[in-house]
């Protein structure tokens, strides 16, 4: 996007709502000497480019944002980023540029897309399993799976390899 497209943008994403070509006129010429025609072919250039929608309103358009200047931020971030030939370096250098606070704008919108963390569980899950004859058994051992409600239903190829006396288990170093 252009200067004077991101000078149009930023009007129509601040308004949050549908402008005309008159009203983004008069707010730029605040700014900067400007004609009607230019703002016009502007709009117009955005339109075809996806960024606004517009309804015709009489004679003229009302022209309205199709996404967030947050959407229009995270694409270009994306872009650049899908561009390099060493996406995890450009990440380094991106997050080297980035200020204290910016980082943890960053740890926070992680922890949003990544979902609360599930607690750890307090009891240890049993481990001692007696198998018979049955290779196909079904493990259903309650865990947290962050809502994944399946069951395991592989066969069981585990074996209990626990000794009877608990007294004459090897040492975990072997002995």
């Known amino acids: ?18 402008v005309t070509v008159r009203e983004v006129l008069e707010d730029l010429q605040q700014e900067r000497s400007i004609a009607y025609t230019t703002v016009m072919t502007v709009l117009d250039n955005l339109h075809q480019k996806g960024w606004v929608r517009r309804e015709s309103e ?16 995270a694409a270009l ?30 740890r926070n919108a992680v922890r949003i897309v990544q979902g609360p963390e599930t607690p750890e569980p307090t009891e240890a899950p049993d481990t001692h399993r007696v198998t018979g004859t049955d290779t196909t058994s079904t493990d259903t051992t309650s865990t947290d799976t962050g809502g994944d409600t399946s069951t395991d239903t592989a066969p069981d190829t585990r074996t209990d390899t626990a000794p009877e006396n608990p007294a004459s288990a090897p040492e975990p170093d072997g002995r």
């Open 58 to 73: 009489g004679r003229a358009y009302r022209y309205e944002a199709v996404s967030t200047r947050a959407a229009y931020a």
């Open 1 to 18: 996007m252009g200067e004077l497209e991101d000078a149009v943008m930023t009007r129509v994403w601040k308004w949050n709502r549908p």
């Open 77 to 106: 971030m994306n872009d650049a980023w899908s561009q390099s030939d060493n996406p995890a370096a450009a990440l380094v250098a991106f997050f080297g540029m980035m200020s204290e606070e910016q980082r943890q704008a960053l």
